[in-house]
């Protein structure tokens, strides 16, 4: 079918709710796009034949190809093309960083802003779960068994394309309900957990099994999933251990790790007033960290009813390692930033609870390692920051409890499993892993990466063995 192509240089607005009225509430702020959104955006795509924004994708959907059926008005259409390459495509579309990867390669964006991909993924993904009746097919079974360990966005992908290879896949999640950090650690206003649910429906449609409760290196060993006839293995266990500034007053009461802060409010709904875990309602939060889960905290502490919340971070609002969008829409719901602060001590009262931070002010200084400048002590520049609250979100590292039950499994002094790259092959044979559990705290969508290439490792793999 024949269109015109949309020349606009801005992307068609995402439709928000307000923010007086979203700080107050646990529902999704960003609306979505209506249909009439959806089709007028997606013909803003050139179709470039080259397809960099396709390059850039961990995953690699072919972007054009499905941005042209929604152009064309075949919604269907885009979702199977989308499918072909994403287990997980409504969620992609709501929380993966497109504008570091997919949308940062558009042609569209050289001169005006780029296409907005990962909203069309979003809007496609969405009309389909809410049209289309249709369950998937199941796979003809290959007589093959693949233990999953982990079911969070790693592993659920690797778990989707062995299945739809015909392998008889088992996830085993040690928590109570799938989805990894999709459901403890993003909170509801960004993913809606029953978006997150109809995902993992999904897949064990098309026969994967997920078993809850299963911590791997205590209720089995990896050793023992070869025992029962698995003939791969995939750690995608992520990295759920916090990490701490060790300074003095770090254990006082009222100082979380974000994983512990996210988690009681995602996973355990302590927002509720029947709430079996409830968490403290404080007055004033102070969140130390800079990326999109200190935005996730800072935004979930003013939805608890939070007077003042503050981001405090060591470098300029210009390093904040955060999505744009999640900085934009916690400057929107009243967070303030303390930028060019750091800590030094967390003060507390004659009950033992959090009273207060002492904190210093930074200046930048020469680019370190990572490229950016060194914060450094601005002397003479102490102060202390009122609060009852803390919570850490300075990164998290793999919990030691799989490679301290997996003999030669080699792992880097982060405690991260050493693979080969490319194909997520560890110092075991036929034990693969990805995600975080290697790389440490990173993206849903590289850890789906990392999925993808493993599962394809793993069916080369078990073929060779004949």
């Not at 039950?405 to 991260?416: A, I, Q, S, V």
Request: charged fraction near 25%.
């Amino acid at each position: 079918m024949a269109f015109q192509r949309n020349m606009d240089p801005k992307k068609c607005p995402m439709p928000v709710q307000d923010p007086e009225v979203r700080r107050s509430n646990f529902n999704e702020v960003a609306l979505g796009y209506t249909y009439e959104m959806a089709v007028n955006e997606a013909r803003r795509c050139l179709n470039c034949k080259n397809k960099p924004c396709t390059t850039a994708c961990p995953v690699s959907i072919d972007i054009p190809a499905f941005i042209e059926r929604v152009a064309n008005e075949d919604m269907e259409g885009a979702f199977e093309i989308i499918s072909r390459s994403s287990s997980l495509p409504a969620v992609c579309g709501r929380v993966c960083p497109q504008e570091n990867q997919c949308e940062g390669k558009c042609v569209r964006g050289i001169k005006g802003e780029s296409v907005g991909i990962g909203r069309l993924e979003r809007f496609v993904a969405d009309y389909h779960r809410e049209h289309c009746t249709e369950k998937p097919s199941v796979p003809e079974p290959n007589g093959h068994k693949v233990a999953i360990i982990g079911a969070g966005p790693s592993g659920l992908t690797a778990a989707g394309d062995l299945a739809k290879l015909g392998y008889k896949v088992t996830v085993y999640e040690a928590l109570h309900l799938a989805g990894g950090v999709l459901v403890y650690g993003i909170p509801e206003f960004r993913l809606p957990k029953i978006i997150v649910q109809k995902e993992i429906d999904n897949l064990k449609a098309i026969g994967v099994d997920i078993e809850t409760n299963m911590v791997i290196g205590k209720v089995l060993t990896v050793d023992e999933l070869f025992e029962m006839g698995n003939e791969a293995v995939y750690i995608g266990s992520g990295a759920g251990l916090p990490r701490f500034m060790n300074i003095p007053g770090e254990s006082l009461k009222g100082v979380y790790s974000a994983n512990e802060y996210l988690t009681r409010i995602n996973l355990m709904k302590a927002y509720k007033k029947d709430s079996k875990t409830p968490i403290k309602h404080s007055k004033k939060v102070a969140v130390v960290g800079g990326g999109n889960v200190a935005m996730d905290a800072a935004r979930s502490a003013k939805r608890m009813g939070a007077e003042e919340v503050y981001i405090v971070y060591r470098r300029s609002m210009e390093e904040l390692p955060a999505r744009k969008e999640e900085v934009e829409h916690a400057v929107e719901e009243g967070i303030i930033f303390k930028t060019l602060t750091n800590p030094v001590e967390v003060l507390g009262d004659e009950n033992g609870e959090v009273c207060g931070m002492k904190c210093v002010e930074m200046e930048l200084g020469e680019p370190d390692a990572s490229g950016r400048r060194r914060p450094v002590v601005k002397e003479g520049s102490e102060f202390v920051l009122e609060a009852d609250t803390m919570i850490m979100s300075i990164g998290t590292s793999p919990n030691p409890l799989i490679r301290s039950t997996t003999p030669g499994l080699e792992t880097n002094k982060h405690g991260c499993i050493v693979t080969d790259g490319e194909n997520g092959l560890t110092s075991r044979e036929g034990v693969y892993a990805g995600g975080d559990a290697v790389t440490g705290a990173a993206t849903v969508i590289l850890a789906m990466g990392a999925g993808k290439a493993a599962a394809k490792a793993i069916d080369e793999y078990i073929k060779s063995k004949g």
